[in-house]
């Protein structure tokens, strides 16, 4: 029975016990940040069961959407349940099939082993770059075993975002002067996996080239040099092989030992806990810092330092008193 | 007259009125962190003249000691005083000639014009990164109208540290697989300037394309693009023409206006001074939270999240309760 409330812990204990229709509310708590995201992010931590998070990344136009697609169908049609979150950070919209590419899911919209969803900025304390983790979580904990997490372009934050997944892929298309995106916007360092989208344009040749000479400038110390794989996303050719090169990568990071004795996918996880820890203490000691200092002063201070006005050390200080409340620290 | 305190109100002034003999002593205060270095630095901060800052790094064994040792004598050729910071992260050694190939520099030791002074990791708070732009600031006050600042090799930190330069030179050398070096270290990143020494190796060419391929598919926002100097300095080849890369690229930074309507060179230093300010309090910040928290129940915390047994959120809470003194943030 569907749950109508807006009520975060009912909404979180309805998901957590199966019941899907509660979702799309219960994301919306924890897109739009504030005490009820934190409440649900609590109580959604430790009931997560351990589902694998797959993010998608490429310039605009590289085919992302329709990869995406497929990678669905083929997931589908061998009976597995996908959640999708598509991430555009400059977008004022959110909450559903809005952008425009997201209509093409639409195929997918009666089945219910299929979950889509768009998250742009809202107010979450952080931004998306923890809201996106929060939200996987709650995909994971109604017990979707894959989550897809694809962002719209190459942005930092929407590269950090695809970054932190188990396995990310990058999509690239020959012609597009994508070996340059690549390079410029750190696509290099978070592959995993590269895709080769639209193969069957001429200079095909040209950027697999070009990529296997980054590669070759780089080290892979965990032992994955990242493979390159060719598709043609809209006839639907190399989906297989993407998926295979999924599943090898995720066989590599489970079956590898890092240098603590866990495998290589619970490091990798582990990384990503402390990774988000320094994120939201960093994000709450931002917020305290303004509110203790106020927004103008502290602006104010940042001028006086860049115009050498004020030395930082002073700065600090000043800032420091506000935060603990006293002027013990001077 | 030597000034024999080693307070830091007194080396201070006495650098500030052109007493040079204080500066060993005053940079010893400013290396060893603490309470005392922040007086320095804030004593000094407001009291520089505005001299001009090199960065210069590379892989060891590239030559970066002697092309430095060389664009000393071409500078005192010329007339001008100038002063050099050596950065080891990794040495426990400091405080002047110790390293082993500063003992070439020594050519320069009975000369009052120039000032050499090796730097590692003492107690301050925020290492280096914060150590050697308050040192550069010290010699800079001290009259020098050029600081160079040389550092071993291309970890993180030496990366770091000398491109917080006004221009910032890679030296690499042929045939070392210099071109992955600089492509891993991100170097290609910090360098406004690539010098390629030893530079009669066979393959020097290979390392030019190299370098010339990977920044092609980069972009240059300010229309510098970093030039490819060749040297052989340890016969002094090619030195007059990097002291004229650095004029150019002095001159480009001075003469170009960026998007504040300051010039090129005022906004990196503001962006510096700005970086700088953060730095100065994230580490007081972090000193905090680690006093406030305990370092045990910090590191405890940490070990937590990363096991997935706490959440960030909860973590974060805890953490900033110690900070703010106080249980309101719950």
Redesign the interface.
Known sequence: MAVRTRDPDVLASAVLDGDRTALPRLLSVVEGGGEAA?AV??RV??Q?KGGYTVGITGPPGAGKSTLTDRLIGSLRGGGAEVAVLAVDPSSPYSGGALLGDRVRMMDHALDPGVFVRSMATRGHLGGLALAVPEAVRVLDAAGFPTVLVETVGVGQSEVEIAGAADTTMVVLTPGAGD??QA??AGLLEVADIFVINKADHPQVAELER?LS??M????WPNGWRPPIVRTIAVKGDGVGDVLAAIEAHRAHLSGGTGPSGLSLLEER???R??S??R???AA??DR??KDAVGESRYQQ??DE?????????????E??RG???SGR?R
């Open positions: 934190r992010g609590r931590y430790t997560t070996g340059v390079s410029k070009d000479f980054m070759d400038l780089a080290t996880r582990a990384a806990a402390l988000e820890l994120r939201v203490l709450l000691l305290h810092v201070l940042m330092v860049a115009a050498r006005r004020v030395d930082p050390w002073t700065a600090a200080d800032i420091l935060v603990t409340g620290d």
